[in-house]
């Protein structure tokens, strides 16, 4: 699972982020905490090629290059 910005919102509803290593924008950090997720203020966070979160646009370049760099050991 791949996702930027506010992608991880979704993720939360979905109630799969426990225990889970991730980022997010600012006004979703609380929100990731409180479903327990393990937070880092990181422009790209890989949990075990599972979960691949990124913070914003600005940190496109790292995130592409990650999740590419996940997409080709599949």
Do not use: W
């Not at 075990?48 to 990650?66: C, G, H, K, M, Q």
């Amino acid at each position: 699972i791949m996702c930027i910005c506010h992608g991880p919102q979704l993720l939360i509803n979905a109630k799969v982020v426990k225990g889970r290593r991730m980022t997010t924008v600012k006004p979703v950090i609380i929100d990731l905490l409180n479903a327990g997720a393990v937070y880092y203020d990181e422009p790209v966070v890989n949990d075990n090629n599972l979960y691949i979160t990124s913070r914003a646009p600005d940190d496109l370049p790292e995130f592409i290059r990650v999740s590419l760099q996940v997409l080709s050991q599949a």
